[in-house]
Nanobody, 123 residues
Framework: QVYLIESGGGLVQSGDSLRLSCSAS????????MGWFRQAPGKERELIAA????????NYADSVKGRFTISRDNAKSTVFLQVNSLKPEDTAVYRC????????????????WGRGTQVTVSS
């Protein structure tokens, strides 16, 4: 059974940091590009960070560039999102997703989704 389980969210204050984790049970995890999406109430889902299967290529949305860092540990089938300098507008449900490559990930062709972890940033 395939699963993606996120953890690390919570209620924090503006300027704080969090480290989100996504643990996967995907066979050949290292063959998948992984991404972090977020969706705030009343807003569209947004791809904010992506990493290639080998971890040598990353992409970020302009809204998080310089503050968020995506990384992965293929030996542990886990992808991380370090989120720094949090702002109230970062409040959202953060979900990880797996896709064959960065192009398909950007196109929204997702093979597997996690259920998400809530991040709430108070001002």
């Amino acid at each position: 059974q395939v699963y993606l389980i996120e953890s690390g969210g919570g209620l924090v204050q503006s300027g704080d940091s969090l480290r989100l984790s996504c643990s996967a049970s995907i066979r050949r995890f290292g063959h998948y590009a992984m991404g972090w999406f977020r969706q705030a109430p009343g807003k569209e889902r947004e791809l904010i960070a992506a990493i290639s299967g080998g971890g040598n290529s990353t992409n970020y949305a302009d809204s998080v560039k310089g503050r968020f860092t995506i990384s992965r540990d293929n030996a542990k089938s886990t992808v991380f999102l370090q989120v720094n300098s949090l702002k109230p507008e970062d409040t959202a449900v953060y979900r990880c997703a797996a896709s064959p490559n960065l192009v398909t990930l950007q196109a929204g062709r997702i093979n597997y989704w996690g259920r998400g972890t809530q991040v709430t940033v108070s001002s």
